[in-house]
């Protein structure tokens, strides 16, 4: 996109910090928000002076349209510090990349590239106490945009907001996880909005996930719409599975997040020599292969959820348990090569890190 937007950003610093009340060691994922927060309007076809300004409540009107269409996206993204007062992103061009792409398929507009860079760094340094050094410590940002025009009929918005929110997040999914692999309810379609970071695509899972909880599964791994065959996401993060010792990933489409922490894992997985297979995989394979003892591994990968090793999973009624591998599990190499790059305690070959 050309850039009409120079850069104007307006700050207003909080005028006392809620630092001191807040339990670190103790959080809840997504409870606990900074000082500050990054807020830019849409309106008569341009995009606003961006500000930061003290984290606050908002009021819009009733009727707007994010209320009644949900015309809306998202973005997960982490900060991470070093122990010596470094503070660093994981290849946040991707998010911002995605975000537009989310825009456009919402009929949203794109948001300007030095807005959000100079939005979310100016948001870091000012709250960068909330960011805890040490592996398993993070920010989590929260990029969004919301349709803000005050009419009901069903029809784009003439007006957005896009904002950034940032809180202190640990690990999202504590321990392992088991999943149920879905076959009744569907997450996507071709054509539709599955690639998107769409607030529907989430809202859309709560009901099928909560049935799923009530059986002793925090997810549900989707399986496609059609065939009910192949599998897909987890909804809250891609999956991987390892059968024997190669590593199998679906492949992106329009159904299927392209997430950030997939393509670096199938990137790092080559960087250590771990096969790595794109390819669409039926659930009857990962049946078949646990049966004959060959399925070594399934996680889930995301940013939230970092990787999350999954101990089982039910398939028609069916429980199947995955084998304890432990320390030289694929899961474990991965995930501490991915958190050393990302805490500034290794070798970044790949040029992902991103010095604020
Ligand atoms: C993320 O991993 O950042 C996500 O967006 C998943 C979210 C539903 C917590």
């Known amino acids: 996109m050309s850039n009409k937007y120079t850069s104007n950003l307006h700050i207003e610093k909080a005028k006392t910090s809620k630092i001191k ?23 008569n076809g341009e995009w606003q002076q961006p500000k930061i300004i003290p984290y606050q409540a908002m009021s819009m009107d009733p009727s707007a349209r994010v209320f009644h269409y949900g015309q809306a996206v998202f ?24 975000i537009n792409k989310s825009c456009a398929r919402l009929a949203m507009p794109e948001f300007p590239e030095n807005y959000f860079f ?8 000012l709250d960068k106490d909330w960011i805890q050094p040490g592996i398993g410590n993070s920010l989590y940002l929260r990029p969004f945009a919301i349709a803000t025009d005050s009419a009901i009929a069903a029809a784009p918005s003439d007006s957005y907001r896009f904002m950034i929110i940032c809180s202190p997040a640990k690990a999202y999914y504590k321990g392992t ?3 149920l692999i879905a076959e009744e309810f569907s997450r996507s379609a071709n054509g539709g909005v599955g690639f998107a970071k769409a607030a529907g695509n989430y809202a859309a899972q709560f009901y099928p996930t909560s049935l799923a909880q009530k059986k002793g599964y925090q997810q549900v791994i989707w399986t496609d719409a059609d065939t009910h065959t192949f599998l897909e ?18 492949p992106i489409s329009d159904r299927i997040l392209d997430g950030v922490t997939r393509k670096s894992l199938i990137q790092l997985a080559k960087d250590n020599n771990i096969e790595c297979e794109v390819r669409p995989i039926k659930v009857s394979e990962i049946v078949e292969a646990s049966k004959n003892g060959t ?15 999954i101990e089982g999973f039910e398939y028609k009624e069916t429980y199947y348990e995955l084998p304890e591998i432990g320390d030289h599990s ?9 958190l050393n790059i990302q805490h500034n305690l290794a070798e970044d070959k790949n040029g992902w890190r991103f010095e604020v």
Do not use: Q, W
Not at 75 to 98: H, I, Q, S, T
Not at 295 to 307: H, P, Q, R, S
């Open 233 to 250: 996401e987890a909804g809250t993060m891609n999956v991987f599975f390892r059968i024997n010792d190669t590593l199998i990933t679906a």
């Open 21 to 43: 009340d807040v339990d670190f060691d103790n959080l809840n994922f997504g409870r606990t928000f900074t000082d500050h927060m990054f807020i830019c309007d849409y309106v």
């Open 330 to 338: 694929y899961s474990s190499i991965l995930k501490n090569n991915m």
């Open 177 to 179: 996880v088991k999943v």
């Open 118 to 125: 100079e939005g979310l760094t100016t948001l870091l340094n």
């Open 295 to 309: 399925l070594k591994e399934i996680f889930g990968a995301g940013t939230a959820a970092v990787i999350s090793p």
């Open 75 to 98: 973005e997960g993204m982490k900060a991470y510090k070093d122990d010596d007062g470094g503070v660093f992103l994981f290849r946040p061009k991707e998010n911002f990349n995605r």
